[in-house]
């Protein structure tokens, strides 16, 4: 399984845009790279799944350059309730692989 | 959106005690899971679970903890004799299976506190 490393915490303003990169040199070339929210006391929750170039959806865009060594997540005009960690995984669920491993996290403080 | 119920939210229980953690995944999916997350800390896979069997386990997953999916709903985590270090959020999660890569549903978790 890939190793991701991601900052521990950043910190952002209302309105601002917020680029959260993660590591993962040793990504296998079946691999997808997926992003998770955790609020406190709450289970994660899915964002956006990547695989290269770009990925946008209502909440997020996932930028994966050529090697795809890395991805950054890219929150646009984050607010208060964007306050959470986030979890960058690598890896594959399918019929033969079964198993998504958390990192530590990214914890994102939004300030007014 | 579907969701992951778990049951019951909080648990308290005695040191050496048995407790069982219930989940009901979503109705289509057929992979389950179980991870935990100790406070402060990552959270950390336990178990997958597929065609009434375990798929994959991680160390943690030891002799004290067993799943069971007793009927066509419910999927329960088990810990035969707590310890004080099972104190953390169990969340439970479910994906569908259709081949390719799926996203994970997790449940909001039942957080067990052994004294």
């Known amino acids: 399984l890939a190793k991701t490393t991601q900052p521990i915490s950043m910190d952002s303003y209302e309105g601002q845009e917020v680029n959260i990169t993660c590591s993962h040199n040793?990504?296998?070339?079946?691999?997808?790279i997926t992003w998770y929210q955790q609020f406190p006391s709450q289970g994660p929750r899915f964002i956006i799944q990547?695989?290269?170039t770009k990925v946008t959806n209502e909440v997020a865009s996932l930028f994966i350059p050529a090697d795809r060594k890395s991805s950054t997540l890219s929150l646009p005009r984050v607010s208060l309730s964007d306050t959470a960690v986030y979890y960058c995984?690598?890896?594959?669920?399918?019929?033969?692989?079964?198993?998504?491993?958390f990192g530590g996290g990214t914890r994102l403080m939004v300030k007014p | 959106e579907p969701e992951v119920t778990q049951t019951p939210s909080h648990q308290v229980t005695q040191m050496g005690q048995e407790v069982i953690l219930r989940c009901v995944p979503i109705?289509?999916?057929?992979?389950f899971y179980w991870y935990r997350q100790i406070l402060g800390q990552k959270v950390e896979f336990l178990v997958s679970?597929?065609?009434?069997?375990?798929?994959?386990k991680s160390e943690i997953f030891d002799d004290q903890f067993s799943v069971e999916r007793p009927d066509g709903s419910n999927f329960t985590l088990k810990i035969r004799s707590t310890k004080l270090e099972d104190s953390a959020m169990y969340f439970c999660?479910?994906?569908?299976?259709?081949?390719?890569?799926?996203?994970?549903?997790f449940g909001s978790g039942t957080q067990l506190s052994v004294l």
């Open positions: 040793n990504i296998a070339t079946n691999d997808y």
């Open positions: 999660a479910s994906r569908r299976q259709d081949g390719t890569n799926e996203k994970l549903f």
């Open positions: 990547g695989y290269k």
């Open positions: 995984l690598v890896g594959l669920l399918n019929n033969a692989g079964n198993m998504l491993t």
């Open positions: 109705s289509n999916h057929l992979y």
């Open positions: 679970f597929y065609n009434n069997e375990i798929s994959e």
